[in-house]
């Protein structure tokens, strides 16, 4: 029962197969951060043309990868928000008219949802009762998972999203977009404790994030600073990553703790970071937590979670009209 699903919410086209247990028969994506690079971010019309010429092609590059035929396909999904409309238009359309010519079901995807059940694939499902962080460009959320599409949103960012955060702070001390693989490489080198930058709503059992502070509060010190000197930057880099990560675990375990789960997922782009791998696996057994973590190249947008989170729905009967409009802003909870 393999379904293809489309990703096209923002600079990245993707395609991938995927079986219902989460394995994928085959991924592609076509990434577009060369060509956002010299504007410093994702221009909108710019990102759209470039998912007109990838996504044909990655279809046609999936299906032979996996060894399968146009008509073995169960189902077609595709992102259908949150992201860039006129990016989202692309994959859902393409989705669709593969649907109708092959007459078979259209799912359309939540792409927050893709994130979510991402640490469930690979032999690690079922999706089962667990508490979720997911860290993204533009999302920071603690969710409680119940069951597929049973979820309970136990807290949010106030402001930046811990992605946003990276890029922001990486943008001003000059490293390229996007930013969070760039901090995360030079904060191997850094002293974590050589600036102690702010972690908001820590006191407490306020299950809430804002990075905002963070931003603000490098800028500040950014005068005073000599970025060319290497071990500045990188303990700049440390620093920042330290007081992102350490809100994050902390959350996490206080969201465990709070709703009784055991078992803790963490998913999204942020999740790539090496610092905060690290220190998510030594807490989670220090507190007898079970950890799951997306595999790191299914931490980034990819449409391999998207076919898995189709897969879910679809196992349960779920499935989308074709009149199924894409939203920018569509809600996970
Ligand atoms: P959303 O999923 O909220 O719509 P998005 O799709 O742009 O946003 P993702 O693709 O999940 O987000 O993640 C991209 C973000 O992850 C960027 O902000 C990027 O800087 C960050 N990121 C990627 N790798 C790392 C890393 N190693 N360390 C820290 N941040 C990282
Ligand atoms: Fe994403
Ligand atoms: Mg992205």
Partial sequence: MPILALESSCDETAAAICTPEGTLLASRIASQA????????????????????????????????????????????????????????????????????????????????????????????????????????????????????????LGRTRDDAAGEAFDKVAKMIGLPYPGGPEIDKQARQGNPRAFAFPRSFMDGESLEFSFSGLKTAVLYELPKLNLEDPTVLADVCASVQEAIIEVLVEKLVLAARQTGETLVTVSGGVSCNRGLREKLMARCEKEKLTLLLAKPDLCTDNAGMIAYAASQRFQLGQSSALEADVDPNLALV
Avoid: C, D, W
């Fill in 34 to 153: 060369e060509i956002h690079r010299r504007y410093g971010g994702v221009v909108p019309e710019v990102a759209s043309r470039n998912h007109i010429l990838h996504v044909r092609p990655l279809v046609q590059e999936v299906l032979e990868e996996a060894g399968l035929a146009l008509g073995e396909i169960t189902a077609f999904a595709a992102t259908s928000g949150p992201g860039l409309v006129s990016s989202l238009l692309i994959g859902t359309s393409m989705a669709k008219a593969l649907a109708v010519a092959e007459k078979k079901p259209f799912l359309a995807v939540n792409h927050m949802e893709g994130h979510l059940l991402s640490p469930f694939m690979g032999g690690q499902g079922p999706v089962r009762p667990s508490v979720a962080l997911i860290v993204s460009g533009g999302h920071t959320m603690l969710v409680q998972v119940k069951s597929v599409g049973e979820y309970i949103l």
